[in-house]
């Protein structure tokens, strides 16, 4: 082999760090799958309700919301390997303390720690395969997505025999060896300093968005809780107070979090609320179908697992399709029928009782996974597109945020449904439930078929000389 002679050589001497920061990949998204189908476990484990245990899922992404796009800059300042080992350290951390949990707030901490050091092996990783592979970029981030699929896919049936055989403290468990591993190969293979200059932190907005994330979810979880008014008004007030003080923050920052070049194009506009809108839909099956499979169905933990691998298998199968449609076509048509696809099927879901059949479930998960993989490659690629010349890093990382805020968004009007609801029995709760993240689902079908069209097969950075790029 030529070792790095040449660039785009991915099997030359930088290969070990492709590696290790694809087996982090893997493991973040076997993390994602393997612990929603362990939460009816939880919620039982520790004899809470479904508005408490959501919290472990909500303490994670709120931390990579906040971290997410501040970690890819310290990555530009301190180099992608400092950030990539922190966050890894902090994986491993919150994994150990995770699985030692004695209650639920130490469970929530870990995660919390979990999240935020996934923000870290995020940027950091990613920002390392852009220096090592400059000319073979694309490939090294192919190899990078297939191992996070790989991972949504081994979740779901790995995590479910864990569950059932072991517990679910062995979910955690199980990160360990491989985190570890991961640790030592990383400290020898990745590069440990990035060229450019240092960006400021905009560490107010960092503090507002959190803080006012938190206290929305809080308000939206408890406007169904027994004499949850007050706290739902309170918190809601706290939200309204630290988004306004969010966006003086973001006007008066060097370098914010959303980037003000980004935000002034309608098309990455619709495209971003269209990626935050379908994974407030996608909440359906982050959250909500583990305890539907459990709850209302009766299935073990590996027979849940099996049931929701469809949802990756159905993304790994299709997901090239979205991309080559909206090469052939443009991005709307595409992304427009995905989202459909998502409704329909949350839709199906929310005709579910306990005598249905769990083909159905199937059906309607796989129903789901295809309108996903439809949907994200080409509402990324027309986001993308728009972005302006040299505006595509913010782009990647607004699109990044735009799908975390959906998720949270999601989960928290789910819980707050069934709170609601849960009076009218667990199948009415959790119709309801659905049915308003269906809501979600035709929202974007209306932003995504509203957006500006992009012509395929057109350059949108390319200058032209009556006036440069298209605004």
Do not use: K
């Not at 630290?242 to 990455?268: H, K, M, N, Q, S």
């Not at 459990?294 to 049931?307: F, I, K, S």
């Not at 409704?343 to 929310?350: C, D, R, V």
């Amino acid at each position: 082999m030529r070792g790095c002679a040449n660039p785009s050589d991915m099997s030359g001497r930088h290969r070990p760090a492709l590696l290790v920061i694809a087996l982090s990949a893997f493991l973040g998204g076997f993390d994602t799958y393997a612990l929603n189908l362990a939460l009816p476990t939880l919620r039982d484990a520790f004899r809470v309700d479904l508005a408490a245990v959501q919290w472990v899922v909500l303490a994670y992404l709120l931390a990579m919301v906040a971290l997410l796009i501040p970690a890819g800059r310290l990555a530009d300042r301190r180099g992608p390997r400092a950030v990539f080992l922190a966050g890894l350290g902090l994986v491993f951390g919150g994994a150990v303390l995770s699985a030692t949990a004695p209650a639920l707030g130490q469970l929530v901490a870990g995660r919390l720690a979990q999240g935020a050091g996934n923000a870290g092996v995020v940027a950091g990783g990613q920002a390392a395969l852009a220096l090592l592979f400059p000319r073979a970029r694309g490939r090294a981030l192919g190899w990078l997505h297939a191992a996070t699929s790989a991972g949504f896919l081994a979740g779901p049936v790995a995590g479910g025999l864990l569950i059932e055989i072991i517990g679910w403290r062995a979910v955690f468990l199980a990160h360990l060896p491989l985190a570890a591993l991961a640790l030592a190969v990383a400290r020898r293979t990745l590069p440990p300093r990035a060229p450019g200059p240092a960006l400021p932190l905009d560490l107010p907005g960092m503090l507002a968005l959190a803080l006012g994330l938190g206290a929305l979810v809080l308000a939206l979880t408890q406007l169904g809780a027994p004499g949850g008014a007050g706290t739902a008004l309170g918190a809601g007030g706290v939200a309204v107070a630290c988004f306004v003080a969010f966006g003086a923050v973001e006007r008066r920052a060097p370098t914010p979090l959303l980037d003000p070049a980004l935000l002034r194009r309608r098309a990455v506009v619709s495209g971003l609320l269209a990626a935050c809108l379908i994974f407030v839909a996608m909440a359906a099956n982050m959250f909500l179908v583990p305890f539907l499979l459990r709850d209302l169905l009766g299935l073990a933990p590996t027979a849940a697992g099996g049931v929701m691998a469809a949802v990756p298998a159905a993304i790994l199968l299709l997901a090239p399709r979205g991309g080559g449609l909206a090469d052939r076509f443009g991005p709307r048509l595409p992304a427009t029928l995905g989202a459909a696809l998502v409704t329909a099927a949350i839709g199906l879901l929310a005709t579910v009782r306990p005598a249905s059949p769990v083909w159905l479930v199937v059906a309607a998960l796989a129903l789901y996974g295809a309108g996903a993989a439809l949907f994200q490659s080409p509402n990324n690629s027309a986001v993308l597109a728009a972005a302006p010349a040299g505006h595509l890093g913010a782009a990647s990382g607004q699109l990044a945020l735009a799908r975390q805020l959906g998720q949270i968004l999601g989960i928290a009007l789910a819980s707050g449904v069934v709170q609601a609801r849960r009076d009218g029995g667990e199948a009415a709760a959790f119709r309801d439930a659905l049915l308003a993240l269906a809501v979600a689902g035709l929202l974007t079908c209306i932003v995504s078929w509203l957006r500006e069209p992009v012509v395929p097969g057109r350059d949108p950075h390319r200058r032209t000389r009556q006036g440069g790029a298209h605004d």
